[in-house]
């Protein structure tokens, strides 16, 4: 599958109900889950059969639903009024154009909104992305080296 496939896929899941989702195409699997949960793709090499083994009919069984314990709730500041830059894509955070280098931006750091804050990596493409806003970096929520998710977010920043 190619990655604007993929994104395709995660924008219609995320406009639907559906909870969870698996996809199998030419051995490669590619997983979604909704609600703070990871999306997963992993390849599989296909399992060729020189034999044909006859399968019994499937039989429909009615499945409960996973009753999940919830998490404890942690108070956490009031973020409502600050922006968030979030990844476009799924793929590696990098805070800094190589490992000897300056990050981008810090905490505190004022940005105009052409400014580049990360990078983040897919299928070895290093991806610039802009802060397409201006403000105050009030807090960086991704690790350098980090796999980050489509619309995960990365900075909060203050206008």
Known sequence: MKIHE???LIKLID?????EFEFENNGAIVKIKKGGQTVVTQAVAPVIHQEAIPVAAPV???ERPAVEAAAPVVEKEDTS???KITSPMVGTFYASPSPDSAEYVAVGDR???DSI???VEAMKLFNEIEA???GEIVEILAKNGQL???GQPLFLVKN
Not at 15 to 19: A, G, L
């Open 132 to 134: 397409e806003i201006d």
């Open 148 to 150: 980050v998710e489509y």
């Open 15 to 19: 406009q639907t109900t559906i909870n």
């Open 6 to 8: 993929i994104r395709e």
């Open 117 to 119: 804050v990360c990078i």
């Open 81 to 83: 009024n600050l922006h």
């Open 111 to 113: 940005i105009k909104s």
């Open 60 to 62: 429909a069984t009615l």
